[in-house]
């Protein structure tokens, strides 16, 4: 399904407000602050901690990662939209608040993704992994197809929040096979893990990285991979693709 790779490839543009005083030679000579704008333990909160690591040691200077969830993203986006552009605070912007909530929160968003911000650098791609609860009727992407279509909306799936790419993958997954299921957004993914291999959710679309150690231990089931072909740390996993959705 290339339409589903396209959305759940997430674009982490870094970005920063850049100024003379950060064009200087003595720059940086404080401290930075990188936002990331989802709550600990998600992909973006995870590969900014590594990279935020390699920062500070090429830099010379501590780079802290601030948290600041909400809205699929958009409360941490506009926080620093908001901040002078001194060049020593910067937010992980991934596609969800970047490309998807100025369409689907239009007129009602405190910033501009082209004009707020200045892009600095990509970060990373990356597939995700369509997981269940292994306790649940439905064990293979086939059944759980067929258990939605007759049973409209009693299949629930999580995401970290309306908007991201988690969500739109799941919703576009929903038109394209011609089934209902409810979705159920949360501020916090490490929650919306617990639900899902406790049983309180059904279904869910998320990044290898996160839930990695869950599904080696058998606690959630990774049923498909998104994108046209399979993933090679994932041998096992057939893509969505393969399983009739190109």
């Not at 010379?60 to 060049?87: F, H, M, S, W």
């Not at 576009?172 to 096979?177: P, Q, Y």
Request: glycine share 10%; charged share 15%.
């Amino acid at each position: 399904m290339k339409r589903i790779t396209t959305l759940t490839a997430t674009l982490a543009a870094l970005t920063i407000g850049v100024c003379s005083a950060a064009a200087q030679s003595t720059y940086p000579n404080r401290p930075l602050t990188w936002v990331v704008p989802f709550a600990p333990g998600g992909v973006t909160d995870t590969s900014a901690r590594v990279v935020a690591k390699v920062m500070s040691e090429k830099l010379g200077q501590t780079v802290l990662v601030e948290n600041r969830p909400g809205a699929g993203g958009i409360v941490g986006i506009e926080y620093v939209a908001g901040l002078k552009p001194d060049g020593y605070t910067f937010v992980y912007a991934s596609s969800g608040p970047m490309a998807v909530n100025p369409s689907l929160y239009k007129g009602k968003l405190k910033y501009d993704p082209l004009k707020s911000l200045t892009p600095v650098h990509a970060m990373a791609e990356s597939r995700m992994l369509l997981l269940l609860n292994p306790n649940k009727p439905y064990k293979t992407f086939a059944e759980l197809i067929a258990y939605a279509k007759k049973n409209p909306g009693k299949v629930n799936y999580g995401s970290p929040g309306s908007g991201t790419a988690q969500h739109l993958s799941a919703e576009l997954l929903k038109a394209e096979a011609g089934i209902d299921m409810t979705h159920v957004p949360y501020k916090v993914g490490a929650t919306q893990l617990a639900d899902l291999m406790s049983g309180v959710l059904d279904f869910a679309i998320e990044y290898p990285v996160v839930v990695k150690p869950h599904v080696e231990a058998g606690k959630m089931v990774a049923i498909g991979m998104t994108g046209s072909k399979r993933f090679t740390n994932y041998p096992n996993i057939p893509s969505i693709a393969e399983l009739g959705y190109p």
